[in-house]
């Protein structure tokens, strides 16, 4: 059973939060609950970033949430994305979309997100 908590980049100072999802706190704004605070602070985040954990580690251990940007040993790179049959997966960006599946690439590397790296995509796609 995977640990369910989201992540986020603060309204205030873009930085990003992690804990759980506490959702539409009126008037737009979107609230997640800060794991690394001792009271478990609410914290405003931009709700275009939220992202969920996947529940899995890249090769480096660090944990891979929706929006990550993967490469995988083969040179692929790929975007990860919740699908509707309920289960996340990795997308390339070139041509027709492709799916990579993260829990078979046991040597995918996180190598940034779509937030704060979008120039990895296009760099994907070249």
Same mark, same amino acid.
């Given at each position: 059973?995977?640990?369910?908590?989201?992540?986020?980049?603060?309204i +205030?100072?873009?930085?990003?939060?992690?804990? $759980?999802y506490?959702?539409? *706190?009126?008037?737009? *704004?979107h609230?997640? *609950?800060d794991?690394?605070?001792?009271?478990? /602070?609410?914290?405003e985040?931009?709700?275009? /970033?939220?992202?969920?954990? /996947?529940?899995?580690? +890249?090769?480096?251990?660090?944990? @891979? $949430?929706?929006?990550? @940007?993967?490469?995988?040993?083969?040179?692929?790179?790929?975007?990860?994305?919740?699908?509707?049959?309920?289960?996340f997966?990795?997308?390339?960006m070139?041509?027709?979309?492709?799916?990579? $599946?993260i829990?078979? #690439?046991?040597?995918?590397? @996180?190598?940034?997100? @779509?937030?704060?790296?979008? #120039?990895?995509?296009?760099?994907g796609?070249?």
């Amino acid at each position: 059973m995977r640990e369910i908590k989201f992540r986020g980049k603060r309204i +205030d100072n873009g930085e990003w939060v992690y804990g $759980y999802y506490v959702g539409d *706190c009126g008037d737009g *704004c979107h609230e997640i *609950c800060d794991i690394n605070s001792p009271l478990g /602070t609410r914290i405003e985040v931009d709700p275009a /970033t939220v992202g969920q954990f /996947t529940g899995l580690k +890249d090769k480096n251990s660090n944990e @891979i $949430y929706e929006g990550d @940007i993967f490469i995988t040993r083969m040179e692929v790179t790929a975007v990860v994305e919740w699908e509707k049959e309920g289960r996340f997966l990795g997308f390339t960006m070139v041509g027709e979309r492709k799916i990579v $599946y993260i829990n078979r #690439e046991p040597t995918a590397e @996180i190598i940034g997100n @779509i937030y704060d790296n979008p #120039e990895l995509i296009q760099q994907g796609a070249t």
